[in-house]
């Protein structure tokens, strides 16, 4: 599916590589939240099959946190996974003060988490690049 390059994964790309590939086995009934169509691609390349919602999917803000309560539920779990730039940064805040209005558990810690790991990366779709080293987890 990607080309291979040289490269050998860091120790950071490998935590994170296992952070995301066991998403769905650490956790339960949880909805992840990403800004666009190739973060979801690549979610799910890595096999996470949690529900995804995009936040460019058309919708106005107000819209899309009343989609996301009422997929979530009273108490449910959230995880944003917006980029980690100025305006992914802020997607995630608003997203979060909004949502817990609803009473919706927001994931912070592991967002969190998994910006440590991140390393350079910025943006979700960068993570392609994981894939393309020789030693990446088949």
């Known amino acids: 599916m990607y080309w291979k390059s040289n490269e050998k994964l860091e120790e950071y790309e490998k935590k994170l ?26 979610l799910r390349d890595f096999g996470v099959e949690a529900p995804i919602i995009r936040t460019q999917a058309g919708k106005s803000r107000f819209q899309l946190v009343e989609e996301i309560a009422r997929k979530a539920g009273k108490g449910g779990k959230i995880l944003i996974l917006t ?18 209005r609803y009473d919706v558990r927001v994931m912070r810690r592991l967002r969190l988490v998994i910006r440590k790991y991140m390393g350079p990366y910025r943006a979700i779709e960068e993570l392609v690049a994981l894939f393309k080293k020789k030693d990446f987890p088949k």
């Open 17 to 42: 590589i296992e952070i995301l590939q066991t998403l769905d086995d650490k956790y339960e009934d949880f909805i992840i939240i990403v800004e666009g169509k190739r973060d979801e691609q690549l």
């Open 83 to 100: 980029d980690f730039d100025s305006e992914g940064i802020e997607i995630a805040k608003s997203l979060s003060r909004a949502l817990e």
